[in-house]
C-alpha cells in the first residue's frame, strides 16, 4: 500500500481563506511584527514569506531586522516599543537568536495576547494544561490540523514525537495528550528510539536529522508528520529539502504522510495568521 501524501499546502489554503475573510470583516487590519536577527538566507526566505502571506489575507506587518552582534536589551526595547503599539496585534522573534541572547527572556518580555508563537511561558503553560484561551504554537498546531484530517479521532492512540524543543516537540506532546492519545516523546538520549516508533499509531518527527526515520521504524498503517526541514546536496551539484523521513520507503509503510516540502511547512505559516487573526479579534472590541 502506498500511503497517502497528506498535502499541506492545499490545507494551509483552506485555512489562509477563512483567515482573510474573517480578517476583512474586522474594524481595523491586523497587524504582524516579526524581528529578524541575523543573516541566515533560510531565516530570511522563512520571513519573507511570512510576509508574503500576512499581506495576501490582509493583514499589516514590520519587521525589525538586526545584525548579529545586537544586544538583548536592544531586542527586548523592541518588543517593549511592539508591546505597547496598538495596531500590533502579532509579535514573532524569529528563531535561532544568538547564543549571546537568552532566548526565554526575550520570549518572556512579549506581551502573552500577542505572542502568536506561543512561546510565552503563560500560553506554553495553558497548552500544557489543555489549551484553553491561550496561542498555541504554530507549527504543532499546523501538526494536529494534518493530523486529524486523516484521523479525527486519537483517544487510545499510540502517538510518538521524536524531538522535544520548546517550539515544536513539548507542545505536539501535550497537544496529542489533550487529543486523549498515549504519548512518548524521544530525544538524543532516548535508548531505542526504532523500537518506541514501531508502536506508533501516529508519529510526529522534528529532529533535524535527513532520512534519520526509516521504513524499519514505522507500524503499519502509521500517520506520519514530517515536521524536519533539511537542505542536502544533489548529485548535480544544487541541492534540495528533505524532511527526517526517509520518505520513499516510508511511503509503502504507512496509511498516510506529509511530504517535505508542501507538508508542515504551509501549514505553519497558515497557523501563524491564524493566531495573529485570533490575537487581533481579542484585543479589538467589535
Ligand atoms: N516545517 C516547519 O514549519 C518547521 C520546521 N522545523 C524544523 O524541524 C526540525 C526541528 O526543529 P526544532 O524543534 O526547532 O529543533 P531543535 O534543534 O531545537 O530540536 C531538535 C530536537 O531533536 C532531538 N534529537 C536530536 N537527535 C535526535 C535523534 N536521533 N532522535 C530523536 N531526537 C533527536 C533533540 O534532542 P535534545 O534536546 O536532547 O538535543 C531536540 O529535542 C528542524 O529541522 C527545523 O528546521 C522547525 C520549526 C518549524
Ligand atoms: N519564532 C519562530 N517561529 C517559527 O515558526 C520558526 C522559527 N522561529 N524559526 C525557524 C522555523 C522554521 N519554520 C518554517 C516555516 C515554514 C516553512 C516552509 O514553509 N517550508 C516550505 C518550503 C520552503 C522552501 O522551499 O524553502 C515547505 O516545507 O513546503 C519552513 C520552516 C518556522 N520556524
Known amino acids: 500500500m502506498t500511503a497517502l ?54 493583514f499589516e506587518s514590520r519587521t525589525a531586522r538586526f545584525s548579529l552582534e545586537v544586544s538583548e536589551a536592544d531586542i527586548l526595547a523592541h518588543v517593549a516599543a511592539f508591546n505597547a503599539a496598538p495596531e500590533v496585534d502579532g509579535i514573532l522573534v524569529q528563531l535561532p537568536l544568538p547564543d549571546h541572547i537568552n532566548t526565554l527572556r526575550v520570549m518572556a518580555a512579549i506581551d502573552p495576547d500577542k505572542d502568536v508563537d506561543g512561546l510565552h511561558a503563560l500560553n506554553a503553560g495553558k497548552v500544557a494544561q489543555g489549551g484553553a484561551g491561550g496561542l498555541t504554537p504554530c507549527t504543532p498546531l499546523g501538526c494536529l490540523m494534518l493530523i486529524k484530517s486523516v484521523a479525527p479521532d486519537l483517544t487510545g492512540m499510540n502517538a510518538v514525537v521524536l524531538g522535544s524543543s520548546n517550539i515544536v516537540g513539548k507542545p505536539m506532546a501535550a497537544l496529542l495528550l489533550a487529543e486523549r492519545a498515549t504519548v512518548t516523546v524521544a530525544h538524543i538520549h532516548t535508548r531505542d528510539t ?14 533535524g536529522k535527513p532520512r534519520l526515520v526509516r521504513a524499519d521504524w514505522i507500524k503499519p498503517g502509521a500517520i506520519v508528520i514530517d515536521v524536519g526541514i533539511n537542505r542536502v546536496a544533489t548529485p548535480e551539484g544544487g541541492s534540495r529539502l528533505v524532511g527526517d523521513v526517509d520518505f520513499d520507503a516510508v511511503r509503502e509503510v504507512a496509511s498516510a504522510i506529509t511530504p517535505v516540502p508542501g507538508g508542515v511547512g504551509p501549514m505553519t505559516i497558515a497557523c501563524l495568521m491564524l493566531n495573529t487573526l485570533t490575537a487581533a479579534q481579542a484585543r479589538q472590541v467589535g
Not at 477563512?18 to 529578524?36: E, F, Q, T, Y
Open 5 to 58: 501524501a497528506i498535502d499541506g499546502a492545499a490545507q494551509a489554503g483552506a485555512v489562509l481563506a477563512d483567515v482573510r475573510a474573517r480578517a476583512a470583516r474586522m474594524a481595523r487590519r491586523p497587524g504582524l511584527a516579526v524581528i529578524l536577527v541575523g543573516d541566515d538566507p533560510a531565516s530570511h526566505v522563512y520571513v519573507r514569506s511570512k510576509l508574503k502571506r500576512a499581506a495576501e489575507v490582509g
Open 194 to 207: 526504532p523500537f518506541l516508533c514501531c508502536g506508533a499509531d501516529v508519529l510526529v518527527t522534528a529532529v
